[in-house]
């Protein structure tokens, strides 16, 4: 019966709560990534839902990242060459943006960009997003000719 109750102490309580607690919402490893300032996308986007907006922020503040990932609704007979292209035609040396309005208007393009985010943020690496993005993407139709990551 005494062993009972040293387990019922509040203080045992206490510590087996913050034991539990700290594992169970343990974050898991992520990748940070930034998001430009909506105040900076073009005006042909101020009416778009807000998936499309953080996609066109996320596309603006992560060209590096983006490119590495084709897209899979087309758009490489207009001579795109990787998701980005959906959404940025040019960075001018001073690094002013020129955005594409194609991604505004395409499920498809918003939809690659936001898995690549989702997965990124769950620590997925280059080469791992890449396979997901041709396995979940490759049956709607022909992919841009990105090469496949190194990283």
Known sequence: MRKLKRYANPQWLFL????FLGTACA????????????????????????????????????????????????CGAMGHTSNLSCYVSDVAADGRITFDSHAAGCGICVDITRDVMRLMNEGKEAPE???????????FGPSTDTPFPQE
């Open 27 to 74: 974050p898991s490893p992520q990748r940070a990534f930034d998001l430009v300032h909506e105040a900076l996308l073009p005006d042909f986007l101020a009416d778009a839902p807000p998936a499309v907006k953080e996609a066109y922020r996320f596309a603006a503040a992560n060209p590096d990242e983006l490119e590495k990932y084709p897209c899979y609704c087309g």
């Open 16 to 19: 087996l709560a913050v034991l």
């Open 129 to 139: 997003i890449r396979q997901y993005i041709d396995a979940t993407y490759s049956a």
